[in-house]
Every structure is written in C-alpha cells, then in structure tokens.
C-alpha cells in the first residue's frame, strides 16, 4: 500500500519555480521512459503547462535491447495520446557494444533527445530523476574515488549549448512519484533491467535498506550531493578569479603567467589548467588528474621544456610565461573561457 503523498499542481508550481524563467506560454520537452518516475514528470508538467497555455512534447528512446521496447513505446504512446500529449518515439539504431552497454545506452538516450530538441526549437528538457537516482549515482561516484564535483550528483538544471536540462523532481523519493501516478490514474512500465544485478545500479537498490539502517540513506546522500554542488561552485569561482590573474588570449593562444605558480592552491591550479586545454584543445572530458598534476608540477620548474596535453601543445614564452597552442593537425573552435572555467578533471565532471 502506497503511503506516501502524491505531488500536487501547487507543489509542483514551487519545484519548477526554482529552475525558471520560463516562456509565458512553456513548450517543454520531457524524456518518459513509462516507469513511475517518467510519467509522473510528464503529468506533472502537463498540468502545469495548460494552465499556462503551453505545451509539452515527450520524447520515448527506444533502445531496442528487449524485444518488448517497441511495444512499450508505442503504449506509451497511446496513453499520452489520449491525455493529448504529442508524443515521439527516438530509436537508438546501429549496434550496440559488447561492454559498457548501460554507458552506452545512456550517452545515446542524451544525444537523441538533446537532437529531438535541437530540431524542434524545443529549449528545456525536462529529466524524471528523482531522489533515489541521485543516491545511488553518489554512492558510484565516491566508489570511484570522484571529488566534490563528482560527489555532487546530478544538477537541478544543466546549462547545456543546445538545451537547458531540467530535474524537478531531483529531491523526491520514488514513493511520491509512484504516488503521482495514483493521482493521475496512470500505470507505468517496470523496466526488467533495473532489477538486473549484472548491473551496478539495480545492485546498489538491492541493499538500499542496509544502507539507510547506517545512515547512508538516500536523503542524506542527497543532503551531501548539495553540499558538494555548493563547494564545487566555489571552487568553480574561485578558478576563474585565477585565471583573470593569469591568463591572456592572444590570436594566437592562450598565453599563463607561471610566476610563481606553486603560490597558487593546487586544486585551483588543476582547474585552471583544465579550463585553459579545454579551451585551446577543443576536447572533452579533461584530461585525468594524473596528467594534469604531472604538467602542473613541469610548469613549476624553471626550464620547462614544453609538453602536450588534450590536444593542446604548451611552449614556453618569455621568462615566467607558457602559451597554449591546439596541436597541429587537430585546431578546434575557440570556446570561451567564461564556459570552461568550471572544467573538472575526468571522474569529478557530473553525468546527464
């Protein structure tokens, strides 16, 4: 029996409120897989939008890893159709990779629905994770040893290039949303993977009740997971005051003043290394913490010899300075530094 409350039209008003402003007449854009979690998202929104005059488009990735994918597709489909919800199933084809399957699924089920938007003028896409999903990306990330970036899970909103990516629903536990589904009369789909132990997921839900008896339970992973996001953002300001210490772009690189370079925080010294090859070297992720502390130490020696790192190459110039060049061959589009001030080294960057 379903005890806890479902979210009503009021609550929801106040939880899309904080990740504002929004058109006066919304056109949002929702993934909805046709579990709890999805379709209460899509609901929720949709009340929301009509009584503003908008609408919303949702979006179903097919992944075609099981053969009943199309069919639940196409049911849900059918029950947002008769809601009049527009509706478009996005199929993930070609093939699928041997490892890394659940990586891979995911990195697809992003791009096709961040293209869906593009080509629609669509500028929010709105996520259905929730609480749960939030404590068991932390519990991953801290198996992997990530850093406040990392230990921050998901963000309320993502700015992205294309599309503004939107998590409403990010601090409510499961329970609530399965609860909404009540309240609307909406059944859902049950994904058979997510109870796959092959997966580490599906893992980390099967001893959720273990960990919540010692206190890991998923609101207090969430409570750290905002903790983190505001350190991480400290942080992100705090690099980008060194670099409007350190750093002049030429047209022809990025030019560092390393004088005195070991004065500076290392953590802000990694960072801004990362922000300044993400700028000249085009690439992402950031090159892993190793490699930058190993070109941040080479910095600090008087004969720095140069080196290349993420697709930039650095060469000394003058007595206390680097440039940073992108490497022959692989010249990328600039990308301002004010966008990769906050670029983090690979295990610390959050995932959509």
């Given at each position: 029996m379903l005890t806890a409350a479902a979210i009503d039209a009021a609550e929801f008003d106040g939880l899309l409120a904080t990740l504002g402003p929004f058109e006066p007449a919304p056109h949002l854009a929702v993934g909805v897989s046709g579990g709890a979690d999805s379709l209460a998202l899509t609901l929720l929104l949709d009340e929301w939008v009509r009584a503003r005059g908008g609408m919303v488009h949702a979006f179903t990735v097919d992944h075609a890893l099981r053969d009943a994918s199309a069919a639940e597709a196409a049911q849900v489909g059918a029950w947002l159709g008769a809601r009049g919800i527009a509706h478009t199933v996005l199929p993930w084809t070609g093939p699928k990779p041997a490892t890394g399957l659940m990586e891979a699924a995911r990195d697809a089920r992003r791009d096709l629905l961040t293209r869906a938007c593009r080509e629609r003028g669509l500028l929010h896409l709105c996520l259905g994770h929730h609480q749960d999903d939030q404590a068991e990306t932390v519990l991953l990330r801290l198996a992997k040893g990530s850093g406040v970036d990392g230990l921050g899970g998901m963000a309320p909103l993502t700015e992205t290039p294309h599309v503004r990516l939107l998590r409403p629903l990010l601090d409510q536990p499961k329970d609530r949303l399965r609860a909404t589904c009540v309240r609307f009369g909406q059944k859902?789909?049950?994904?058979?993977?997510?109870?796959?132990?092959?997966?580490?997921?599906?893992?980390?839900?099967?001893?959720?009740?273990?960990?919540?008896?010692?206190?890991?339970?998923?609101?207090?992973?969430?409570?750290?997971?905002?903790?983190?996001?505001?350190?991480?953002?400290?942080?992100?300001?705090?690099?980008?005051?060194?670099?409007?210490?350190?750093?002049?772009?030429?047209?022809?690189?990025?030019?560092?003043?390393?004088?005195?370079?070991?004065?500076?925080?290392?953590?802000?010294?990694?960072?801004?290394?990362?922000?300044?090859?993400?700028?000249?070297?085009?690439?992402?992720?950031?090159?892993?913490?190793?490699?930058?502390?190993?070109?941040?130490?080479?910095?600090?020696e008087p004969a720095f010899?140069?080196?290349?790192?993420?697709?930039?190459?650095i060469s000394p110039a003058g007595s206390d300075g680097v440039i940073f060049l992108p490497e022959?061959?692989?010249?990328?589009?600039?990308?301002?530094?004010?966008?990769?001030?906050?670029?983090?080294?690979?295990?610390?960057?959050?995932?959509?």
């Open positions: 859902v789909i049950e994904d058979p993977s997510n109870f796959d132990p092959r997966f580490a997921r599906p893992r980390l839900r099967a001893v959720a009740e273990a960990l919540g008896e010692e206190g890991l339970g998923a609101a207090a992973l969430c409570a750290t997971a905002a903790r983190a996001r505001a350190a991480a953002a400290a942080l992100a300001a705090a690099t980008s005051q060194l670099l409007a210490r350190r750093v002049t772009i030429g047209t022809d690189g990025v030019y560092l003043n390393r004088g005195d370079w070991l004065d500076e925080p290392v953590e802000l010294r990694l960072r801004a290394l990362a922000a300044v090859l993400a700028r000249t070297g085009g690439r992402t992720p950031a090159p892993k913490r190793e490699k930058l502390a190993s070109l941040d130490r080479s910095l600090a010899p140069g080196a290349t790192l993420g697709g930039s190459r022959l061959g692989r010249a990328a589009e600039p990308r301002p530094l004010t966008a990769v001030a906050g670029a983090v080294v690979s295990g610390f960057r959050n995932i959509i």
